[in-house]
């Protein structure tokens, strides 16, 4: 095993040299005014190269280490230019002088250098999966109190959980996607045996944060949507935002969440009770010093720098895809520029740290990670959930499932692997491209002094006037006109508000009151699926919903939505394959719930950490009937894990 590791580690150095030879080949060939570039010369220093880097970037990966944070990101960038300056510069053939264009110099070198190897690696993982086996095996080193050892320890023995979300993955794109063949990893799971896939219904509203709060901590209805207002405190409440985020957490967690026994949050919108959290949004931080995993890949010429130069690219590819849409006059389809070409090269930054922080921890052997992917979903929200760029970025996440496997065996635990979605899309041509205007638009013309506040196709309308929920008679008084006009509109599906009688949901040809099904005229839930009277009557006690909540139609026949943002892929309401998310697991593993909300796959996630002895079991429950608010935080929290096989 030693000999191997050897020449394995010398395969990589003759590698490293050749790369760095051809190089620096190409940068003294492409800048102007060298005058020779000797084979021999150009030998001399690619050794130069390798020296200065061993000297160099230890001291600079302890500089990064020591920062953290934004000044890890900044001195990674740094890092790589500085070793090729300081080589450049002690040339014994001062081929290139002057700091300005030793400068240049470097920069054109490192992104040659990213270029080369990813051309050299034929668009794979494998350079990447190189430098996190490095990592893993530093960390354990260190765990173990060895500086040095060509041994390779061995594999952990001790059972571990490692949780990863696809964002946004639809369990029919899912299946539709593996039965093509495009998903490897993913698929030699299911054609083996080893892993099942199975959907779950992940109720209203069906975002990320919703979910979360569910999966992680048992306590979905706490978030009634993305987004929304608080009537006691006059604030609209975003999840995505780092303080808000925060208040949200502090209602949601009672200390028994999903992560609580020694557990990992990476990339999360909440931690779970994790012990460590890293880059979550209620923890709105960047890892710091001891969060090696992001001072390795910050440092590393195969990691930050590199992602840098690949995303680059990321954004070229987006520019001739949109014009394309554009060119093919494909329909429906949304705006893809502005902020949106920094999301899509950011989130596959985002996907390539979040897999070098999991490396870390999984050498670590922490007893359960979760970590939140969101490639797919950025580009299904302005591509289509199933367009050709969309489904590319799903590939890239079963390579790095593939990746994940392969960096096992230096683990320091048995890591058992599951994927799961948190919500699915659904595609359609806006409300406002439609007809003409926004949801707000039709509210401001039945109702004044109302705020809309839109998630994807849910939309909650408060009547900011008046304290507390109000009631049907209340809001026909107010505004006669508000709840009949809604209803009758050809892009609204639903409207639900509380009447004397419990909830009741209205369209434009009959309503359904919810407590007890009864329907007069022609349902309005009809089309949203045999879920839709249970997922509105549980939305109806979450904290903080609107006074109406509004659902938009959607099309019988091809199941498309018209959001209320401009999305031509959305979620966060019903309709289409927005609420039917997946989990693949060990297939062995039972499935001992009911997945038809977030809290049912926590308390599924947490069986499974019982059964894996990673948790001790929880004694008593919530009823699932009773609404939450945010003085009731007592919630029961239990999960667990499984292979893949489809079911």
């Not at 002088?97 to 470097?106: D, K």
């Not at 051309?119 to 173990?144: K, N, P, Y």
């Not at 939309?459 to 008679?473: A, D, E, N, V, W």
């Not at 839709?532 to 139609?553: E, K, N, T, W, Y």
């Amino acid at each position: 095993m030693a000999i191997n590791a050897l020449l394995t580690r010398l395969r990589a150095v003759l590698r490293s040299a050749l790369t760095t030879f051809v190089v620096l080949t190409l940068t003294l060939w492409l800048m102007p005014g060298v005058g020779s570039t000797d084979v021999v010369d150009t030998l001399g220093l690619v050794v130069l190269v390798a020296v200065v880097g061993a000297v160099l970037r230890p001291l600079l990966l302890l500089g990064i280490t020591a920062l953290g944070g934004w000044a890890a990101m900044l001195l990674g960038v740094v890092a790589q230019v500085m070793v090729m300056v300081v080589a450049l510069r002690l040339d014994p053939g001062n081929r290139i002088s002057g700091l300005p264009s030793l400068v240049t110099a470097a920069v054109v070198a490192v992104i040659v250098a990213a270029l080369i190897d990813w051309m050299a690696d034929a668009g794979s993982d494998d350079t990447f999966v190189r430098e996190a086996r490095r990592l893993m095996r530093a960390v354990r080193r260190r765990s173990a109190g060895r500086l040095l050892t060509f041994r390779r320890q061995p594999p952990g023995t001790e059972p571990g959980l490692l949780m990863v979300q696809l964002d946004g993955v639809a369990e029919p794109v899912l299946r539709w996607a593996i039965r093509a063949g495009n998903l490897p990893t993913l698929g030699h799971w299911l054609r083996t045996g080893s892993h099942t896939a199975r959907g779950w219904h992940t109720g209203l509203p069906s975002t990320t944060p919703a979910s979360q709060a569910g999966i992680l901590h048992g306590a979905s209805r706490q978030i009634p949507g993305f987004r929304w207002y608080e009537k006691e405190t006059g604030k609209i409440m975003v999840s995505n935002r780092p303080r808000d985020a925060a208040v949200i957490e502090s209602r949601l967690s009672d200390g028994r969440g999903l992560l609580r026994d020694g557990g990992v949050s990476i990339s999360n919108a909440f931690s779970g009770d994790a012990v460590t959290s890293l880059l979550t949004v209620s923890h709105a931080a960047l890892p710091g010093r001891s969060a090696r995993g992001w001072a390795a890949f910050m440092a590393s010429p195969y990691g930050f720098t590199r992602a840098l130069v690949l995303g680059v690219a990321e954004v070229i590819t987006e520019l001739h895809q949109a014009r394309l849409q554009r060119r093919r006059n494909l329909q429906p389809r949304v705006s893809r520029s502005g902020a949106f070409l920094a999301l899509r090269p950011a989130s596959m930054l985002l996907r390539d740290v979040n897999v070098s922080l999991v490396a870390e921890q999984m050498a670590r052997g922490v007893p359960a990670i979760y970590c939140d992917l969101v490639d797919y979903d950025e580009v299904a929200h302005h591509a289509g959930p199933a367009r050709p760029e969309s489904m590319r970025q799903l590939e890239s996440l079963d390579r790095m499932l593939g990746v994940l496997q392969r960096l096992a065996p230096e683990a320091a635990r048995d890591y058992h692997l599951v994927v799961l979605s948190d919500h699915g899309q659904s595609q359609g041509a806006t409300f406002r491209q439609q007809y003409g205007e926004g949801l707000d638009d039709v509210v401001a013309r039945l109702a004044a002094d109302t705020l809309v506040v839109s998630s994807g196709n849910l939309s909650m309308i408060y009547l900011t006037r008046f304290p507390g929920r109000l009631k049907q008679p209340a809001i026909e008084h107010a505004h006669p006109h508000l709840i009949s006009g809604l209803a009758i509109h050809p892009g609204v599906g639903v409207v639900v508000v509380q009447g004397e009688d419990g909830p009741m949901a209205y369209g434009s040809g009959g309503s359904h009151r919810l407590m007890d099904g009864v329907v007069v005229g022609i349902d309005p839930l009809a089309p949203y699926g045999d879920h839709a009277r249970a997922d509105l009557l549980r939305h109806q006690s979450a904290a903080h919903v609107g006074d109406l909540v509004v659902i938009s139609s959607v099309d019988p026949e091809t199941q498309e939505v018209p959001a209320f943002e401009e999305l031509v892929g959305s979620h966060g309401g019903l309709g289409g394959w927005q609420t039917e998310a997946m989990l693949v697991h060990p297939s062995a593993w039972p499935v001992t719930h009911q997945l038809t909300d977030p809290d049912a796959l926590h308390r599924q996630l947490v069986d499974w950490l019982v059964m894996l002895g990673l948790r001790t079991p929880e004694t008593a429950a919530l009823d699932p009937s009773q609404p939450i608010h945010p003085s009731d935080l007592e919630k029961e929290q239990t999960a667990r894990l499984s292979p893949i096989r489809e079911s």
